[in-house]
């Protein structure tokens, strides 16, 4: 798989891309930024479909028509939104602004063809904020993260490049299991990766959908397929009482 391949699976009912997101253009639908610096706040892009034209026509995944990541070179400052489209087919995304550095840009969205077919795609270009600063070392793989005084078990053993295999997490707070996570973009969690090197990407889809009750926890699996081995640096997104939470955590990958 690469980044000029969209391959479609299902989850939650919905078409899936299966490639790395590498790619600025594929099956004929190109990633077109009005800017190539991430400096300022607000980023502008449009999707260019076949014969060039802004596509305006697109299907929702997870209840966004389109959503929008930006992650630096060394896997950090990452950012997850969820851009608006003019009438015109220009998309802004709210961004914020982003150090000095060299940093990816992608934007994941199901455009309808022109046969009537969703087209699941993840695009992406590189872009740059001036000035220079550091790289920061990846963290090292482990199988605990924390965020906001929340601490993430991951169990990724059973995880193997190129091959769909599930990822579980589980939640605790102050030693006790997590059962008040919200439903956060139609499901109790967002799981998105970054290679280390190449900063392939890779959208993991959670198993099954929102229970009838109104919260969830303390365990999730997501329905796992890395396109490469090595490491991932792995942002997990959950709500609990109306605020989202961010945790982060490095993986090694077979």
């Known amino acids: 798989m690469d980044g000029m391949t969209g391959m479609t699976g299902m989850a939650g009912g ?7 997101g590498l790619a600025a253009s594929a099956q004929g639908y190109t990633l077109a930024p009005t800017g190539k610096s991430v400096a300022a706040a607000g980023f502008g892009f449009r999707i260019l479909g076949p014969g060039g034209k802004p596509v305006t026509a697109f299907d929702p995944e997870q209840t966004k028509l389109m959503h929008f990541y930006l992650i630096r070179s060394d896997l950090s400052g990452f950012q997850h939104v ?4 003019a009438a015109d087919g220009t998309w802004t995304a709210p961004t914020e602004a982003a150090g000095p550095g060299t940093y990816r840009v992608y934007a994941q969205f199901i455009a ?13 270009d590189q872009v740059t904020s001036a000035g220079s600063a550091p790289d920061r070392p990846l963290p090292a793989a482990s ?6 005084g929340y601490t993430l078990t991951v169990d990724s053993s059973q995880l193997m490049a ?18 008040d996570l919200e439903p956060y973009l ?3 969690a967002h ?6 090197g190449d900063l392939a990407m890779a959208h993991l889809h959670p198993q099954g959908g929102i229970a009838i009750t109104p919260t969830g926890g303390p365990d999730l699996t997501f329905e796992a397929t890395l396109p490469k081995a090595g490491q991932w640096r792995m942002y ?3 709500q609990t009482a109306g605020v989202l939470h961010i945790a982060a955590v490095t993986l090694d990958v077979r």
Do not use: C, N, R, W
């Not at 969820?82 to 489209?85: A, F």
């Open 112 to 124: 309808k063809g022109a046969d009537g077919k969703a087209v699941p795609l993840v695009l992406s």
């Open 14 to 20: 919905e078409p899936m891309y299966m490639g790395d």
């Open 191 to 196: 799981l998105s990766g970054f290679h280390a």
């Open 82 to 85: 969820h851009p608006t489209m």
């Open 186 to 188: 139609e499901t109790y």
């Open 236 to 238: 997990l997104q959950f």
């Open 143 to 148: 199988s605990t993260a924390t965020a906001d």
């Open 162 to 179: 190129g091959m769909e295999m599930p990822l579980k997490v589980s939640i605790a707070k102050d030693g006790k299991p997590v059962t």
